[in-house]
């Protein structure tokens, strides 16, 4: 088990460093080039988000998760997925490229026809790089996927920058994904020492695919209501709404989106190998739920508290009217470590039935809660998602509980006393801010304020991830 624990640090270590290296270049470069772009540029790619997202979700086809569950991969395995996932990139970039000005007259935007023709080419870029991707992930390499997201995030950032400053525009967003998908994808080349054989086996497809099949419609379905707010939102309002949309669900995702998606990926693979062990797996099952909660709970939630200074201070004042939406998204998207770890655990135990049965349920509920919300406007719709977490959050542990016996009662008595002292953190940050009106201070001291008081009430109750982060080894 201490052997478990180490690779599972290891591996949690270097997918955080993949993950905020490359994460952070592109947040901050993402927000430099929002000071030169306007919301209406931002709602242009957005509206366009749910056809890339589905295409995507198709050419994954839930074949990583089924290679990485997989015990033994052998050639066949990885050719396999390798030369279905580039039949399947040309056909899909073959109906966009027809669709594009059905999308256009959709939205009434004709610039949509050319923007959906050239970023549609990363379907392609993409899928030549997802076998490299699982194969380094099996191997626990995150390292190297750290260093080639980097490289990648980086240069693209930099072209992406000057574009913007040029007046590019849209074009800054279409240029800096194309060169961003193409230069991680040589690195992964070059990273993963792998090239595909002429093989294609149709009893290595079966067998992977009878796995990742459900997985498949799971994705399909969680992608789909993720990306159906950009398309209603696009349809319904104007662009500028899109745009500030769309930047606030960037801005509070980041925390939680990326530590979460830090945990799972590091830790899925080693769960997977003691996958018949289930004592040993809930007990990593609720450390790394814990652990993440302690995490992300409070960077949520002084991201709420601070978000009008930090708004002003990094996007300028023409982007204050998503300082609401990004405060309420923050109460919504900071429940992801749980739905994601509970999610990863039905994959772990082979039950993609379970996890489609799950997918089902919640999207159904989804969509009653999108089309009452749609009636009002923006900012009710996203208090809409804060519902919907919640559900999602009951439905999955359900089926978790059925699979390895870990009720949802379990979880809130081991997140509780996290979600307590997250509040205290955040009513600190409050009283912080409205002592003064200056935006620097506000973010400094509502930060400062707010962390060491969630860090001396965590020592003072002796909390073990306190203790864990502090004696982190690698």
Known sequence: MATIKNQASHSVFWSAVERFSTQGVQFVLGMIIARFLLPSDYGTIAMLSIFMAIAQTFIDGGFINALIQKKQCSQQDYSTVFFFNICMSIGLYSILYLCAPWIANFYNEKL??????????????NSLGIVQQAKLTI?????????ASFIAVLISGIVGVILAYQGFGV??????????????????????HWKPLPYFSKNSFTTMFSFGSRLLLSS???TIYTNLYSLV?????APIELGLYNRATTIAQFPSNNLATVIVRAIYPIQCRIQDDTPALKELFIKYLRMSCYIIFPLMTILCVLAEPLVKIILTEKWLPAVPLIQILCLAYMWDPIMKINNSLLNVKGRSDYFLYAEIIKKIVALIILIVTLQFNVQIMCLGLILYALADMLIISLYVRKTINITIKEQIKALFPILMLSVILGLVSHIAIILTNNPWIQLLGGFTTGSITYLGISHYLNLNELNTLLHFKL
């Open 112 to 125: 949509l026809t050319q923007v959906m023709r050239v970023i549609g080419l990363t379907l392609i870029i």
């Open 139 to 147: 191997e626990l390499n995150f390292k190297q996927q750290a260093i």
């Open 171 to 192: 074009w800054t967003l279409v240029i800096q994904s194309l060169t961003s998908n193409l230069l991680r994808v040589i690195l992964l080349w070059i990273f993963a």
């Open 220 to 222: 399909l379905l969680h």
């Open 233 to 237: 939102i696009g349809k319904r309002f």
